[in-house]
């Protein structure tokens, strides 16, 4: 079964400008988790999507959205890029909810100038 | 307080030696407990999970959970080289039932 996938695997962008990350989860899997990791904060969590609905909402701008597809295929955008958005952005897939096992994709690497 | 604790390391352990791994957790509701492993520049990918008290042993791995002291522990039997890596204790939180918290991450060094 193939796993997690996201796509692109690096990117760079300037302040001011948006982005969006795609994230295909595990054949099977409807849960959707993202997470932002950077050196000085570890893994904080973003948000999660299951059947297309958010569930739960970490503490992040409203910069930061994402949404879900009927394929269980998410999407995530950052507007108006800031410096402080470089980060390692992963996508997580689980079954049905977040408590159980989650899967981590290989991560989009941002990085904002 | 932080919701999931970690010391930040590094844990230096000697080859072949067993390399002890701490976490707490602050919400005393909380059911799911994971260990994530993380190489330098890759994804986390998951050693174990573990749902009950007491011990859950997968291979060189062991699991240890103590809901009542809210602490749960990864030993690693027999530390090889490629253990070198940092360590993520996760928790899905009871009162956050859709998100899981981790911690910042313990990184442990294994020295031939």
């Known amino acids: 079964k193939a796993g997690v996938t996201q796509t692109p695997r690096y990117l760079i962008k300037t302040r001011g400008q948006q982005v969006t990350l795609s994230c295909s989860p595990i054949?099977?899997?409807?849960?959707v988790s993202w997470y932002q990791q950077t050196p000085g904060q570890g893994l904080q969590f973003l948000f999660e999507?299951?059947?297309?609905?958010?569930?739960n909402k970490g503490n992040f701008p409203g910069r930061f959205s994402g949404r879900q597809f009927s394929n269980s295929r998410s999407e995530m955008n950052v507007s108006t890029l800031e410096l402080g958005d470089s980060a390692l952005y992963l996508c997580?897939?689980?079954?049905?909810?977040?408590?159980?096992?989650?899967?981590f994709g290989p991560g989009t690497r941002l990085l904002v100038l | 307080q932080k919701e999931v604790e970690q010391n930040s390391g590094p844990l230096s352990v000697p080859e072949g030696a067993i390399a002890s791994l701490n976490c707490t957790y602050s919400?005393?509701?909380?059911?799911?407990f994971f260990w994530y492993r993380q190489y330098s520049g890759k994804s986390p990918e998951l050693i174990m999970s573990?749902?009950?008290?007491g011990d859950k042993e997968d291979g060189r791995f062991t699991a240890q959970l103590n809901k009542a002291s809210q602490y749960v522990s990864l030993l690693i039997r027999d530390s090889q080289p490629s253990d070198s890596a940092t360590y993520l204790c996760?928790?899905?939180?009871?009162?956050?039932?859709?998100?899981?918290?981790f911690g910042s991450g313990t990184r442990l060094s294994i020295r031939p």
């Open positions: 997580a897939s689980s079954p049905k909810r977040v408590g159980e096992t989650q899967y």
């Open positions: 054949s099977g899997h409807r849960s």
């Open positions: 999507y299951f059947s297309e609905t958010q569930r």
């Open positions: 919400d005393r509701g909380s059911q799911s």
């Open positions: 573990i749902y009950s008290n």
């Open positions: 996760a928790v899905n939180a009871y009162s956050s039932a859709s998100k899981i918290i």
